[in-house]
C-alpha cells in the first residue's frame, strides 16, 4: 500500500508537472528565434503579393498568453523601377496578441509596433505604379449568403476585433515621385502613437514634417464598438498644427444611410454637425506649404458651426478675425454640375484696411519683399546630388490667377461694412459683391464712401492658359489724399483733393503683361496741398511732385493738375494736360509705354499775363516708371533766349490785347476736365 501510495503520488506530481509546465512557460514567455523559417516565409509572401519580399533580419516568437512576432530587415521589391527599386523598407516590427479575449471569440492585440520604415510611392511614366500589387488581383468570388437564424450563428462563428492597447510607430519615411507631371513630395512620421482600448476613445497622436514644415497631428474619435458596427455615431475630433497653421474640428455624424464602407466614407450621404476652429499665424506661411503664393496677413482665425446634409456643407454662426477686423456671417458649399459651388456672406462694424494689405505681394506670382528680406539659412555642409530639391531652394508655385486654380470652383462673395478704417482715418460703409465662375473673376461693386465722395469699382477678369482678358472701370471723386500722406508722415501737411475716371479692357498673354495690351482712357485731376516728392509710392504723384518745383519756380500756388490719357495697345498718350497755377499754365505732351517700362513728357510753361522777361523754358522728363529725371535741354534754352528778346519787343501789344487768365484757375481747370466727346476728338 505504501508503494501504490508513492506511485499515486508521483503520477500526481508528473501530470500536475506536464500541465503547469505549458501553462508555466506560457506565462513566463520565452522568446524562439525562428529565422530558419524566413525563406519560406518570403517565398509565400512574394507568391501572394506577386513581386519580391525578403527578410533579410531574424524572427522571433514568444509563445505566452501574449503571442508575440517580431520580424526584421523586411524588404518589398519594387518591379517597376530600376534593378534593386525597393517599395517598402522595414526595420523591425513586433505584433503582441491577447490570447484570453481570443477564446471569447473577440481579436484583442496588444501592441503594434514598427520603426524605420520607408515607402517609395512612385507613379511612373508607362502608367505602371509601385504600389500596384497584380500578385493580389484575380476575380472575386461571390459572397456567400450569411446566416440569420440562431442556429447558422453558432455553427459559424465569427471573430471581432475588440481593441488595440498600443501603437508606436516611428521614424516612417514616405516618398512620393509622379513621373508624368514631375511632382515629389515627402512625408516624415517621426512618432505616432494611439490606442482604441475598449470603452474609451479612439486616440492617435502623429508628428513630423511635410515639405520641411513640421506639424503635428491629434485625432480622436468615438469608442471602437460604435465604430465597427454597421451605421456608427462617429464623433471626432482632431487638432491640426502646421505651417503656423493650428485646426480643431469637431465631427458628430448622427447617422449614415448605408454600411460604413469606403464610399461611404469618401461620399456618404451624411447629415450631422461639426464645429471648427481654425487659427494662422500668417497665411503666406500655410501657402509656402501649398505652393501657392498666398498673401502676408495674419494672424487669423475663424470659428463655425457646420450641417452636413448629403453633399452639402452649411457653415453657420461664421466668425472670421483677420488682424483687428472681425467678420461675421455664413457660408455654403454646394455640389454643382461641374465643380462645387460655394457662397459666402459676410457683414463687419469695423472693416481695418491695414489688416489686409499685402506689401510686396502680387496676384500674379511675384516673389513678395516681405519673403525675399527674411534672413537667409545658415550655410549647410555640401551634399551628395539628389533628385530631391535642395533645402532652402525657391520651388515652383502657382500664382492665385493660375487657370487650374480659377477653375477649382464657382463662387460667391458679399459683404457689407459699416464703418471703413484706413489707419485712424474714417471712411465710412462700403459694399463688395464678387463672383467666381468658369474662371471668370467679377468683382461688382466695391463701393466705399469716403469724405466728400465716393469710391467704385467693376472689374472682370478671365485667365486663360493662352490668353488673360480684363475689364475695368473705377471712379474716385473728392478723394482727400491726405487720408495716404498722414499714413506715411503723421505731422506732414501734403494734401489735396483726388479725382480718377478709368475705363480699360485688356487682353494679354497672362496677368503679368495685362497693360501691355490695355485700351481706354485714364482721366486724373488733382488739386495738390504742399505736394512732397516720395512721401507716396506713387510715380504718378512723384513724377507730378518732382516737376512743379521746375516748372512754377516753386513761388506759385498750384491750383490744379489735370491729364486726359488713352491707352492704345499698351501705349498712353496724353490728349491734353494742364497744370494751372497763380502765376503760370503748363501745357505739354506726355507718353508712358508698359512693354517698355519708359515714359517721357514735355512741358511748356506760360505766364498768365504779359511780362518783359517770360523764361517759359520747356521742362523734360525722360526714363522709367521707377526711375525718371527732370531737366531742361540745351536746345531749349537757345529757344528761350530768343524768346526773351521778342519778348521786349511784344510786351506793349500784348500787354493791350491779350486777355488776362484768372490767378485762381477756376475756370481753366474746369474746361480741362472735361473729356470731348469722341466725335471731335
Not at 508513492?6 to 506560457?26: D, E, F, K, Q, S
Not at 451624411?270 to 500668417?282: D, I, M, N
Not at 550655410?379 to 551628395?384: G, I, M, S
Not at 473673376?441 to 477678369?461: C, K, N, R, S, Y
Amino acid at each position: 500500500m505504501r508503494i501504490l501510495r508513492i506511485l499515486l503520488i508521483a503520477g500526481a506530481i508528473v501530470i500536475t508537472l506536464a500541465i503547469a509546465a505549458p501553462l508555466i512557460l506560457l506565462a513566463v514567455g520565452i522568446q524562439v528565434d525562428v529565422s530558419k523559417f524566413g525563406p519560406k516565409v518570403s517565398e509565400i509572401a512574394s507568391d501572394t503579393l506577386g513581386r519580391q519580399v525578403t527578410l533579410d533580419g531574424p524572427i522571433y516568437i514568444v509563445p505566452s498568453y501574449w503571442p508575440t512576432l517580431e520580424i526584421h530587415g523586411l524588404r518589398i521589391a519594387d518591379p517597376f523601377g530600376a534593378e534593386d527599386a525597393e517599395f517598402m523598407r522595414l526595420g523591425r516590427a513586433r505584433v503582441v496578441l491577447d490570447l484570453l479575449p481570443l477564446l471569447r471569440g473577440r481579436v484583442a492585440l496588444d501592441e503594434i509596433m514598427a520603426d524605420d520604415v520607408q515607402l517609395n510611392l512612385v507613379r511612373y511614366a508607362d502608367g505602371n505604379a509601385s504600389w500596384a500589387f497584380d500578385g493580389l488581383g484575380g476575380e472575386a468570388e461571390e459572397p456567400t449568403a450569411e446566416p440569420d437564424d440562431a442556429e447558422g450563428e453558432s455553427a459559424g462563428r465569427r471573430l471581432a476585433f475588440s481593441e488595440l492597447k498600443e501603437l508606436v510607430l516611428r521614424d516612417i519615411a514616405v516618398s512620393w515621385h509622379d513621373q508624368t507631371t514631375g511632382d515629389r513630395e515627402s512625408l516624415v512620421v517621426e512618432e505616432c502613437t494611439g490606442a482604441a482600448v475598449a470603452g474609451e476613445p479612439i486616440r492617435l497622436t502623429l508628428a513630423g514634417s511635410v515639405r520641411k514644415q513640421p506639424f503635428s497631428l491629434r485625432i480622436g474619435a468615438g469608442n471602437l464598438a460604435d465604430l465597427l458596427t454597421a451605421r456608427p455615431d462617429l464623433p471626432l475630433d482632431l487638432a491640426l498644427s502646421i505651417a503656423g497653421l493650428s485646426l480643431e474640428i469637431g465631427l458628430d455624424f448622427d447617422a449614415l444611410d448605408a454600411p460604413l464602407t469606403e464610399d461611404t466614407v469618401v461620399g456618404a450621404r451624411a447629415a450631422g454637425t461639426y464645429w471648427l476652429v481654425f487659427e494662422l499665424k500668417r497665411l503666406d506661411e500655410l501657402g509656402r506649404l501649398l505652393k501657392v503664393p498666398l498673401p502676408p496677413l495674419g494672424p487669423i482665425s475663424l470659428r463655425a458651426e457646420a450641417q452636413i446634409e448629403a453633399k452639402d456643407w452649411n457653415l453657420s454662426k461664421l466668425a472670421l478675425r483677420v488682424g483687428e477686423t472681425r467678420l461675421d456671417g455664413s457660408a455654403s458649399i454646394r455640389e454643382g454640375p461641374q465643380r462645387p459651388r460655394a457662397a459666402l456672406e459676410l457683414t463687419s462694424t469695423r472693416f481695418r484696411i491695414d489688416d489686409f494689405q499685402a506689401e510686396g505681394w502680387s496676384l500674379t506670382g511675384a516673389v513678395d519683399e516681405a519673403q525675399a528680406s527674411q534672413p537667409a539659412a545658415e550655410p549647410q555642409e555640401e551634399a551628395p546630388p539628389s533628385d530631391e530639391p535642395a533645402p532652402g531652394s525657391t520651388e515652383p508655385r502657382r500664382a492665385l490667377l493660375d487657370p487650374e486654380l480659377m477653375r477649382l470652383l464657382d463662387a460667391k462673395v458679399a459683404l457689407r461694412v459699416d464703418e471703413v478704417m484706413l489707419g485712424e482715418e474714417r471712411l465710412g460703409g462700403g459694399e463688395l459683391g464678387a463672383s467666381l465662375k468658369d474662371g471668370r473673376l467679377v468683382i461688382d461693386p466695391l463701393v466705399l464712401e469716403i469724405p466728400g465722395g465716393a469710391f467704385a469699382l467693376q472689374t472682370e477678369l478671365e485667365v486663360n492658359p493662352s490668353e488673360t482678358r480684363a475689364r475695368l472701370a473705377m471712379q474716385v471723386e473728392k478723394f482727400d489724399l491726405g487720408v495716404l500722406t498722414r499714413r506715411a508722415q503723421a505731422d506732414t501737411e501734403m494734401g489735396g483733393i483726388f479725382d480718377l475716371n478709368v475705363e480699360l479692357e485688356a487682353r494679354a498673354p497672362d496677368p503679368a503683361s495685362i497693360m501691355t495690351g490695355a485700351n481706354g482712357h485714364v482721366d486724373v485731376s488733382f488739386e495738390p496741398v504742399n505736394l512732397e516728392a516720395g512721401l507716396l509710392d506713387l510715380w504718378a504723384v512723384n513724377l507730378v511732385a518732382s516737376v512743379l518745383p521746375v516748372v512754377t519756380g516753386g513761388e506759385s500756388h498750384v491750383n490744379c493738375v489735370v491729364a486726359l490719357l488713352d491707352l492704345q495697345d499698351g501705349r498712353m498718350e496724353a490728349q491734353s494736360i494742364l497744370i494751372d497755377t497763380t502765376r503760370i499754365q503748363v501745357a505739354g505732351e506726355f507718353d508712358a509705354d508698359f512693354h517698355t517700362q519708359k515714359l517721357h513728357a514735355m512741358l511748356q510753361p506760360r505766364p498768365k499775363k504779359p511780362q518783359f522777361f517770360s523764361l517759359g523754358t520747356p521742362v523734360q522728363v525722360n526714363g522709367s516708371f521707377e526711375d525718371f529725371g527732370v531737366g531742361v535741354s540745351a536746345l531749349d534754352m537757345a529757344g528761350t533766349v530768343i524768346r526773351v528778346v521778342t519778348d521786349l519787343a511784344t510786351y506793349p501789344a500784348r500787354f493791350l490785347f491779350i486777355k488776362r487768365v484768372s490767378p485762381d484757375g477756376k475756370e481753366a481747370c474746369a474746361a480741362a476736365r472735361q473729356r470731348p466727346p469722341p466725335d471731335a476728338q
